[in-house]
């Protein structure tokens, strides 16, 4: 496997802001912006910071593919002649300076018949309508509306295990998501445990407070236990993103790739790469979707039957022929890949059958770049903001636990996945669908709604609503 790192696309979580100071001549900046440019970086907005007859002091911010790569734009800059670096700024630290999130009270409090009402003694009289009647929780809580983001910090994004501590960042984020997306108030939960019961016990004694759970960046194969043994012994709904959402998108994508290459998800070969937690959500709600051709590999190759090492999961998916990725790839329709960094070669992709579907979703390097498949493909997907067709979780869990909630879903179901993926596809207008369009944007504000309105028909059709 090669560095493709020069290859990608400048990004903004690379985002460098450098004020520099120059003497005031003509010339003078254009020696910085011909600097950056020529080593790959992507400028932005240049801002005047400071100007005297002398000197000229000025804010660039620069978007990179990578550390090393705004380190060695930094470096070069500092190099120039009469050029004085005053200071480097990351941006992507800088916003998560003090955390990402904050809690606000939902009414004022101007004086002492407020605080008498919000809280003691007026707060006695709704703490025994609540004893009275335990459902009342709902109604004059924040149970309705609170989601607890949870995380033992074992499988961080595609770092591996980084911790609790290391892992909050990304918990502030997804609460940031669920708020932004779908009005939904979250807070992260990251455990300092690892251990399986210890996980279990910790949210039920929490689960009073919130009104559903969103399990986040725990390893396979324990997150399936654990997501299982909480959905059974507790009454509200519990999701694991890392499995179901990425399902969702992705069966929401190949539904409208199906369209745009006129086949039938009945007879298509598919092949999923990575067999963990979202390999194996996307298998099992593929099937679901009426999949019947699917062969998953994984870092050793095609999950075969003659596998010993296969765990339970993995073992659902087995198939009698085994050989590796390659193998697995020639003559199929659908290349999925939820694994790692440059595993695809382009002679993979042209050994797939005629008008081949490749979702390389690993981030934020994909199995293969799309600049290396653009004549091979009919159809290509990533993980990134900065291709087409990006597979993105925040289409998918925002609305999913707004309709949750809103109906009071005592649990998610398949219907309520599948009906979610159907809503994210139809979004996309048959006049606009086309192959660098086969899902909405994450800023598309229909998607939230559409997604509640399908997880709440879903939910009361399967019986799981109390509302």
Do not use: W
């Not at 790569?69 to 916003?95: Q, S």
């Not at 939902?106 to 009275?132: E, F, H, K, N, W």
């Not at 607890?148 to 290391?166: C, F, K, M, Q, R």
């Not at 369009?437 to 509640?452: G, K, L, N, Q």
């Amino acid at each position: 496997m090669t560095d493709l790192t020069p290859s990608l696309t400048p990004n903004s979580s690379y985002s460098l802001t450098i004020r520099f100071q120059f003497p005031n001549r003509p010339g003078m900046l254009a020696n910085v912006t011909k600097t950056i440019s020529t080593l790959g970086g992507s400028m932005g907005q240049i801002d005047l910071i400071e100007q005297t007859r002398q000197v000229s002091v000025r804010d660039i911010t620069v978007d990179c593919v990578s550390t090393e790569h705004a380190e060695t734009i930094v470096a070069a800059v500092k190099a120039l002649p009469e050029t004085k670096v005053i200071n480097v700024y990351d941006r992507t630290f800088t916003i998560h300076r003090g955390g990402k999130i904050t809690v606000n009270s939902r009414i004022p409090l101007r004086g002492q018949a407020d605080l008498a009402m919000a809280y003691t003694p007026g707060v006695g009289r709704v703490c025994s309508a609540i004893a009275d009647n335990p459902e009342e929780v709902y109604n004059l809580t924040i149970k309705q509306n609170m989601v607890a983001i949870v995380t033992d910090g074992s499988a961080v994004l595609g770092l591996g295990n980084l911790g609790p501590e290391a892992a909050m960042p990304v918990m502030e984020g997804k609460a940031m998501l669920f708020k932004e997306f779908g009005g939904v108030d979250a807070f992260p939960i990251c455990l300092a445990t690892q251990d399986t019961d210890e996980i279990v016990e910790t949210v039920k004694r929490i689960s009073p407070v919130f009104g559903g759970v969103n399990l986040e960046d725990i390893a396979a194969p324990r997150c399936f236990e654990i997501e299982a043994r909480l959905q059974r012994e507790l009454n509200i709904p519990i999701f694991h993103d890392d499995q179901h959402g990425t399902a969702i998108v992705s069966l929401a994508a190949l539904l409208n790739a199906l369209k745009v290459v006129k086949k039938q998800m009945a007879e298509v070969r598919i092949v999923i790469n990575g067999a963990g937690a979202a390999g194996v959500a996307i298998a099992r709600l593929l099937r679901k979707a009426d999949a019947q051709h699917i062969c998953m590999c994984d870092s050793k190759g095609i999950l075969s039957r003659d596998r010993a090492d296969l765990n339970d999961q993995k073992r659902e998916f087995a198939v009698e022929q085994g050989g590796n990725l390659a193998d697995a790839m020639k003559d199929s329709d659908v290349f999925l890949g939820v694994s790692a960094p440059g595993v695809v070669s382009p002679e993979m992709v042209r050994s797939m059958a005629k008008d081949p579907i490749v979702f390389a979703m690993a981030n934020p390097i994909p199995e293969i770049q799309p600049e290396l498949i653009t004549q091979d493909v009919a159809v290509m997907a990533t993980g990134r903001s900065d291709y087409p067709n990006q597979i993105n979780n925040v289409l998918a869990f925002p609305g999913l636990f707004r309709g949750a909630l809103d109906c009071r879903a005592q649990t998610f179901t398949t219907s309520m996945y599948l009906e979610a993926a159907h809503a994210i596809a139809e979004l996309v207008k048959p006049s606009d669908l086309n192959a660098e369009y086969i899902i909405p944007s994450v800023f598309d504000d229909r998607v939230a709604t559409a997604v509640a309105a399908a997880v709440q028909r879903a939910a009361r059709q399967d019986g799981v609503a109390r509302n």
